[in-house]
């Protein structure tokens, strides 16, 4: 076992943050890296060291392997932890900084790579018979062919990039006639995104829900679950809202998940913590859809129904160390959601939308827990992705939590860009996700951007706090008025 003494952060904003302050509650000191749009980011500010690894794109800094590997020499870092996105599920990071003598915090190189392949992991889960999505298990090189594999499977189909993620690289397909028009776009697409052409076809499940499982392997080859985290309220096929436990799972379907999960991990030798995602259909049938060999976004969501830190987890394990209970110690305590608060405009197609926090102030109170990497009259920066916090809120039921959410949402105050706060508080109030009836179309069911226009009594309770401060203001001109000796209207100067 080697006790981790100065651990690297490979990474920026909330997630930078969020290791490094479970690394400093270890007594183990941090180093930061950060390119120079991050020169003041809170990361940066926040590490023991700090070292720049380059210009502000992410192909020059966070990506460059040599540079993060050469700054935890240059500091005497031990460990590099990955974060989430950049460099977390490249397997030559992986291998590199093992070849450099350091610890990498996280799975084998190997297991990165089968799972980094949507098609590898299939084909190395299948043998664990693990449930998955009908479709083709290999490249599709001959279009021919595929078409005809399409029809057996039956449109809706899904186009998928093997080595896609982050929700990008997938057509859906309705109908033969233009099967082969999406098919070329597909390919070429996947070319250019993630280097690598080969694409796949799956059968598109109707009425999906995301379900994923959080799993934690060891080096001497224990394997737990820590639950389901439901993530079916998406926009782009990428999360915005994620809850554990699921609204939906019975106690039964969550162990045979669960085991599923774990033969995942079993089928690649996984430790370290890692995400097997599913998709479900209206009967719940369950199908394995991928592995995500890192920390996730939404891994809060399971701390607070668990009462585990995962990062110390994470750190435990890179050391060599067991896991430190068995998985019938674990149990769900209440409900947690997570929103994602990105800086997004919703009424236009969730475009980015970067400029300065002018306002920023955070909810607080019992169950609220916010993750960011952003303080008051900073900028988003335009270079990387544009989430700038999550917003926590855990309770003892699923009621509870939600209300909590709308309150935490409401007292949230950002001013300066637009934000997805607006659409969290609609899914929160909407009658679907209250029942629990929903799935992964919920925003192209329900949303409009009408929604977010003031309601009618929002405007009524605007204009009466108008008038009670213009009469105010009435008020206070009379008094300086009446008070200035001279006549002059010095109030008035003063404000303009
Ligand atoms: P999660 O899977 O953890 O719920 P996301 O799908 O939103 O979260 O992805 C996590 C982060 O990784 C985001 O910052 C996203 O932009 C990035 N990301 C995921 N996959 C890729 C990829 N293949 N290429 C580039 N960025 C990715
Ligand atoms: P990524 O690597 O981009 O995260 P995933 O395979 O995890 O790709 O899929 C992302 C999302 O796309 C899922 O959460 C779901 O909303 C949708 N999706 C993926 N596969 C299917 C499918 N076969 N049928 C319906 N929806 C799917
Ligand atoms: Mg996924």
Redesign the pocket.
Known sequence: MHKIQKLLVANRGEIALRVMRSAREMGVATVAVYSEADRNALHTRFADEAVCIGPPASSESYLRIDKIIAAAKQTNADAIHPGYGFLSENKEFASKIREAGLIFIGPSPEAIEIMGS?LAAKEAVAKFNVPL?PGTSEPISDITKAKKVAKEIGYPI?I?ASA???????RVVEEEASFEEQMDRAISEAKSAFGDGSVFI????SS?R?VEFQIFGDQAGNIVHLFERE?SI?RR?QKVIEEAPSAILTPELRASMGEAAINVARSCGYYGAGTV?F?MDEKMNFYF??MNTRLQVEHPVTEEITGLDLVKLQIKIAQGEEIPFKQEDLHIHGHAIEVRVYAEDPANNFLPDIGTLQTYIRPQGHGIRVDDGFEQGMAIPFYYDPMIAKLICHAESREDAIEKMIRAIDDYEITGIETTLGFCRFVMEHEAFRSGHFD?KFAEKYFTPEVLQTKPNEVEQQLAGVLAVTLLEQAKTKMTISASSNGQNKWKKNRL
């Open positions: 949507k999505v899904l998928k896609g993620g982050g929700g990008k690289g997938m799956e059968k598109y499940v999906p995301h993530c998406q096929h995602e998709i859809l991928e992964t």
